[in-house]
T-cell receptor, first 112, second 112 residues
Framework: DQQVKQNSPSLSVQEGRISILNCDYT??????FLWYKKYPAEGPTFLIS?????DKNEDGRFTVFLNKSAKHLSLHIVPSQPGDSAVYFC???????????FGKGTSLLVTP | NAGVTQTPKFRVLKTGQSMTLLCAQD?????MYWYRQDPGMGLRLIHY???????AKGEVPDGYNVSRLKKQNFLLGLESAAPSQTSVYFC???????????FGQGTRLTVV
């Protein structure tokens, strides 16, 4: 059963606007969450992470929000740029886990 | 700075053939992972290793074997390839279980 869920397979946003990518998880033992970005024919690259002791982490145009009670996190990209067009994966790790559990990904298209 | 390097990048196998995928990292990471990515399925963990000489099963280990004889290398073997193993395979490594993982560029394997 999928423990990390990204329910939107795709998202289209205009350049300059905000992109919001959502992720839900079911395992309450997850305590570390990451977002990865993937371009075609390349491996995923790390974007931003957040520990369960925080509810927000910011890095430039990228901000991740964590709502533990709702088991929900989101990635905000402001402002969105055409180069942000990629597949974004949400991932989570538990306190006793060694590997990441990934969602199915959301394909973001930023149009000029 | 090479990071994580996967060999080969592409391969076509006939059903029943065997092959080994090589992953090499130059970051002195303890943890290494093999994932597979299938359309609509996200990344699923096949096997992982928490140090030289150790391996463990992930979510989808059947049909695969792994070895970690040297800290920098993690090999994924297919003893008797099946069409269901057609996929893109990603190797990753991380410094610790709480650090982000770095991915290779992927190996696209087709089994006919």
């Amino acid at each position: 059963d999928q423990q990390v869920k990204q329910n939107s397979p795709s998202l289209s946003v205009q350049e300059g606007r905000i992109s919001i990518l959502n992720c839900d998880y079911t395992n309450s033992m997850f305590d570390y969450f990451l977002w990865y970005k993937k371009y075609p024919a390349e491996g995923p690259t790390f974007l931003i992470s957040i520990s369960s002791i925080k509810d927000k982490n910011e890095d430039g145009r990228f901000t991740v929000f964590l709502n533990k009670s709702a088991k929900h996190l989101s990635l905000h990209i402001v402002p969105s740029q055409p180069g942000d067009s990629a597949v974004y994966f949400c991932a989570a790790r538990g306190t006793s886990g060694y590997a990441l559990n990934f969602g199915k990904g959301t394909s973001l298209l930023v149009t000029p | 700075n090479a990071g994580v390097t996967q060999t080969p990048k592409f391969r076509v196998l006939k059903t029943g053939q065997s092959m080994t995928l090589l992953c090499a990292q130059d970051m002195n990471h303890e943890y290494m992972y093999w994932y597979r990515q299938d359309p609509g399925m996200g990344l699923r963990l096949i096997h992982y290793s928490v140090g030289e000489g150790t391996t463990a099963k992930g979510e989808v280990p059947d049909g695969y074997n792994v070895s970690r004889l040297k800290k920098q290398n993690f090999l994924l073997g297919l003893e008797s390839a099946a069409p269901s193993q057609t996929s893109v395979y990603f190797c990753a490594s991380s410094y610790s279980s709480t650090a982000e993982a770095f991915f290779g560029q992927g190996t696209r394997l087709t089994v006919v």
